[in-house]
């Protein structure tokens, strides 16, 4: 990485242009230390999603000024995920403890200018670079514990992705469990999710630290993404639990009615993000 100068649009710079670089902090004399590459970020993971409606006026509360609920109000997703990822160099692909880890989150249905979006009040990952990347995005990624069931082509250890197969997530935040959710596939199909098909719109928000007051205004933005591919979906009955004891908000997102489950294959290309609003 170099001292000073840029990687695509994004800049690798030290404080005032000298001293330590680094796309990220830490910053060091060569820049290797960051927590962070600069993107492009590329991704392969296997997800069990359910879709589900929550109540439309707790979901509305989480949706920021510039965002409205949108043709389907109330359309909720919760999505889990075993992540494989590298930088453009691949080099993170040498370190599976580096380049590997599981995530959840919830997508809710809604619309920026009337083009269909997904937002994510929540996310949880079991790593801590993929949880700076996030806040990089605008994402809320935290830190939980993420298990997942992934499709096995040989031995009676675990489900094939074929009909009535059984796919499992669960995720524990601070030592309890507070989503569970099972997918009985039953058919496949080309088509993908609708909420795991549209851009997701995030906020960068960054807290006040210093004393002079003004600090960075929130800005809508959305994911840039390229070369999205979807396996063959598989599509069933599912279930989802969502404990309401984890804190007020995120209980509100509790299910009303839960829809069906899918399992499948998907990668992307995470090149940045783009301004919708500020």
């Known amino acids: 990485m170099p001292r000073t100068g840029t990687d695509g649009q994004h800049t690798v710079v030290g404080p005032g242009g000298a001293g330590p670089v680094g796309y990220s902090l830490p910053l060091s004399p060569t820049g290797r230390s960051a927590m962070l590459?600069?993107?492009?970020?590329?991704?392969?993971?296997?997800?069990?999603?359910?879709?589900?409606r929550v109540d439309p006026e707790a979901a509305r509360r989480f949706l920021p000024p510039g965002l409205e609920p949108g043709a389907d109000p109330g359309a909720a997703a919760a999505v889990f995920a075993t992540w494989q990822w590298c930088s453009q160099d691949r080099a993170e692909?040498?370190?599976?403890?580096?380049?590997?880890?599981?995530?959840?989150?919830?997508?809710?249905?809604?619309?920026f200018e009337g083009r269909p979006m997904a937002r994510c009040p929540y996310a949880w990952v079991d790593q801590a670079v993929p949880m700076m990347r996030g806040w990089v995005q605008g994402m809320p990624k935290q830190l939980g514990v993420v298990h997942q069931s992934r499709p096995v082509t040989v031995g009676r250890a675990g489900s094939r992705l074929a009909p009535g197969g059984r796919f499992d997530g669960a995720l524990s935040v601070r030592g309890r469990r507070v989503v569970e959710a099972s997918v009985t596939v039953e058919r496949s199909t080309d088509r993908p999710p609708a909420l795991h098909d549209?851009?997701?719109?995030?906020?960068?928000?960054?807290?006040?630290?210093?004393?002079?007051?003004?600090?960075?205004?929130?800005?809508?933005?959305?994911?840039?993404?390229?070369?999205?591919?979807?396996?063959?979906?598989?599509?069933?009955?599912?279930?989802?639990?969502?404990?309401?004891?984890?804190?007020?908000?995120?209980?509100?997102?509790?299910?009303?009615?839960?829809?069906?489950?899918?399992?499948?294959?998907?990668?992307e290309t995470l090149h940045g993000g783009r301004l919708l609003s500020d």
């Open 37 to 52: 590459t600069p993107p492009p970020w590329h991704f392969s993971g296997e997800v069990v999603m359910v879709d589900y």
């Open 198 to 267: 549209v851009p997701l719109a995030h906020t960068l928000v960054f807290p006040e630290w210093t004393s002079s007051g003004g600090g960075p205004r929130p800005r809508l933005v959305a994911s840039q993404v390229s070369d999205v591919e979807f396996s063959r979906i598989w599509t069933g009955s599912a279930d989802l639990k969502i404990f309401q004891d984890l804190e007020e908000d995120f209980g509100t997102l509790a299910p009303l009615e839960i829809g069906e489950g899918h399992v499948f294959s998907y990668g």
């Open 93 to 111: 692909l040498t370190d599976p403890g580096h380049c590997q880890f599981g995530e959840f989150l919830i997508l809710l249905s809604c619309e």
